[in-house]
T-cell receptor, first 111, second 112 residues
Framework: SQQGEEDPQALSIQEGENATMNCSYKTSINNLQWYRQNSGRGLVHLILIRSNEREKHSGRLRVTLDTSKKSSSLLITASRAADTASYFCATVSGPLNKFYFGSGTKLNVKP | AAGVIQSPRHLIKEKRETATLKCYPIPRHDTVYWYQQGPGQDPQFLISFYEKMQSDKGSIPDRFSAQQFSDYHSELNMSSLELGDSALYFC???????????FGAGTRLSVL
């Protein structure tokens, strides 16, 4: 399946540290997106990187995409306790822009 | 800006009862997706609609059905509820570009 797989499944860091989450997928994509979910809430779109892009920044977020390795990483710099959430990657593929969500990384940032 | 609206926010049902969840997409969005997220689980895609027609189907049980209406809102109908149906149900919508899914706050269904 196209399903993105994320690692680590869980990550616990101290406030101020950087957090890196990885996502791997299996087939070609149109774009890859990262979403955040606070406990019991809906997913919120964070950032989109197109298949012809290699790196993208948004505030404290940095996303890289390596289409040859079919992988992406999300880096959150200078983490804050408020960054505590689950983070999901989603690949978008095909002419109909079909979405596939990965299994998520649960990030805990300790104050 | 208007977001995706889901109702109700919370729903408590007994086993074997039925439930109807509603989703109102962002104005001018034509595609609606439904997801189920069990406790501690990842969101699982159930079904999607584009222009009132089913566009994709995921792991939706036969006891569930859904449709999209002429005003683009969607309803997820769940019958013969089981304890395992207790979950958060999310709806998301996309516009014509289908680039980004915008999620509602979800409906928390508890089956007792």
């Amino acid at each position: 399946s196209q399903q993105g797989e994320e690692d680590p499944q869980a990550l616990s860091i101290q406030e101020g540290e950087n957090a890196t989450m990885n996502c791997s997928y299996k087939t070609s994509i149109n774009n890859l997106q990262w979403y955040r979910q606070n406990s019991g809430r809906g997913l919120v779109h964070l950032i989109l990187i197109r298949s012809n892009e290699r790196e993208k920044h948004s505030g404290r977020l940095r996303v890289t995409l390596d289409t040859s390795k079919k992988s992406s990483s999300l880096l959150i710099t200078a983490s804050r306790a408020a960054d505590t959430a689950s983070y999901f990657c989603a690949t978008v593929s095909g002419p109909l822009n079909k979405f596939y969500f990965g299994s998520g990384t649960k990030l805990n940032v300790k104050p | 800006a208007a977001g995706v609206i889901q109702s109700p926010r919370h729903l408590i049902k007994e086993k074997r009862e039925t439930a109807t969840l509603k989703c109102y997409p962002i104005p001018r969005h034509d595609t609606v997706y439904w997801y189920q997220q069990g406790p501690g689980q990842d969101p699982q895609f159930l079904i999607s609609f584009y222009e009132k027609m089913q566009s994709d189907k995921g792991s939706i049980p036969d006891r569930f059905s859904a449709q999209q209406f002429s005003d683009y809102h969607s309803e997820l109908n769940m019958s013969s509820l089981e304890l395992g149906d207790s979950a958060l149900y999310f709806c998301a919508s996309t516009g014509s570009a289908k680039n980004i899914q915008y999620f509602g706050a979800g409906t928390r269904l508890s089956v007792l």
